[in-house]
DNA sequence: CCCACTCTTCCACTGGATGGAAAGTGTCCG
DNA sequence: CGGACACTTTCCATCCAGTGGAAGAGTGGG
């Protein structure tokens, strides 16, 4: 979401610099906003906007703000790679969650980082920091550290390479330390991310697997610190299982 | 999603036009299925999709064939009318689900349509025809009878204005008896669709306020014509309530 | 090999998109 | 009330991003 960037010249490179303006932590936006944060000119920027409700990709709130519409949600329903996923796991990430009673997601790897498809949370829950669609560096979550242990060796070495981005003071960001962290969960089939986001959380992960037995999502559920991860892990696991089996995988 | 209507010149609309191409029964398409199903020139089609494909609202798939991309989906979970509420109302449609073991769904109205913004259920349900995003029309559900006979009267005349599409010989198709239906439920304050859209199913509907009062959403479980409806219509009525309390809804 | 189908590339041309400037609207303050 | 300011909307001569027919490349089957 660049201001500092050159705006491109392409009309969809620049509709979605204007969509990227929404995030989480600003959900609307007035005209001049989204001219500001673009970097597009007024005029520019008024012309998409109105385009883009006309396709119902925006929508205007009653107070002149702008909001993402609902026929992007739609169309991003269509999604297999997150929302096809994520109706096949939902049963069994409920299942989970009654038994741990602590919050679950799903997520799957987009290039070097986690993106949530699902979370399911109690009404009290422990501190949330991921909502669906949010994204997070693969070394610094449980599921990311799971999915980076099994994904491709050159996308590792590429994790490997990046800046480690640190979160807390418990957070892997040397690539010896993330190497060994591999290691550790291609050995146990399992990860444990201790306080790496958060200081009063540690996230308890398992992989997903395809019908080709790769692992194509990975399924966690988030503890408070005092909890002890072993009375939660084999729900996690099994959950992963039985995820898996649900998406065509059989054990070989 | 036209071939019989004129490609629009505009550059928006006709990514918008190609995208539309996807739908829940065409979740992939090849290049010349796209160029063919959206009336765009081949050439045109292919450069459109390698943009798309850049900003990630398209992906390339193993086969060939393209799906609709993880940005969508990322830019569709910041809209407020859908996944805000959706995430509210979760462990209430949960609870729902977990009390009376048949499918639960909530819904929002879109002009003259209902539109599927969370369905939960069973690894085994009854027949479900229903998805995440997909739409129906407002006569001929649960939800969308309660979501109309709460809309403003305007809506209400020009959906008695339209053509009621029969889907199954209980569907209601003429005026008179949707208004009929509509006095019902604002006089009972739920609606139990029968059979309108599967000869097999009924559906239980009850609406979900936001802070104002105003119906903005319906939650509905949708049961086999051998379960009596009065089993479950109180917990409808009831997780309707709690979710209304959640997004603010207060009683008067 | 030929054929049918799908996908990719090319480039002269053009019309959809541009953005600075002006006009319009709304709010706040003296 | 008028002025200042911020935000939104409109205008239009200009221009360059987008166009699409045609040719070429690739694939699979007979």
Known sequence: MPTSEPVPRSLLGRAFTLLSVFTADRPSATLSELSRHSGLPLSTTHRLVQELIAHRALDKDGSGRFTIGLRLWELGALSPGALDLRERALPYLEDLFEVTHHNVQLAIRDDLEVVYVERISAKDAVNVVTRMGSRLPLHATGVGLVLLAYAPPEV?????????????????????????????????GYAISDRQIETITYSVAAPVRGPGGDVAAAVSVVVPTQTRTDTVLPAVRACGRAISRALGWRRV
Chains 1, 2 share one sequence.
Do not use: C, G, M, Y
């Open 156 to 188: 590792q070495e590429r994790a490997l390479d990046t800046e480690l981005k640190q979160f807390t003071k418990h957070t892997i960001t040397t690539p010896n330390a993330l190497r060994s962290a591999l290691a550790t969960v291609r050995r146990d």
